[in-house]
């Protein structure tokens, strides 16, 4: 059973930061494209921000962003540590959702986190 472990969720106010990491096998790091999706209650679980696995060609991003949280998250990892973090700054209430990693490897082959909740008081 491949794990993904997330931590750094919390509660913060509005306009506050927090900085989410996720731990996931190497085996599995090293081949994945890592990714934070999110879902707040009643609604389907979406994209917030992806990161490929290898360092791309010159001028190919390496990573993607949801419109709604462009220029306030950032998506890092760390290769070393096999570690995947995602940095929320000046955070909204509509932020607030349970957070999940994700490694996906190729097609139909996704590997989730447990999750991790993000609370952003108004």
């Known amino acids: 059973q491949v794990q993904l472990v997330e931590s750094g969720g919390g509660l913060v106010q509005a306009g506050g930061s927090l900085r989410l990491s996720c731990i996931a096998p190497?085996?599995?790091?090293?081949?994945?494209?890592m990714g934070w999706y999110r879902q707040a209650p009643g609604k389907q679980r979406e994209l917030v921000a992806t990161i490929t696995a290898t360092k791309p060609l010159p001028g190919v991003r390496t990573t993607n962003y949801a419109d709604a949280v462009k220029d306030r998250f950032t998506i890092s990892r760390d290769n070393a540590e096999h570690r995947v973090y995602l940095q929320m700054n000046s955070l909204k209430p509509e932020d607030t959702a349970v957070y999940y990693c994700?490694?996906?490897?190729?097609?139909?082959?996704?590997?989730w986190g447990q999750g991790t909740q993000v609370t952003v008081s108004s």
């Open positions: 190497k085996s599995i790091f090293d081949i994945a494209s």
């Open positions: 994700n490694a996906h490897v190729t097609r139909g082959l996704d590997y």
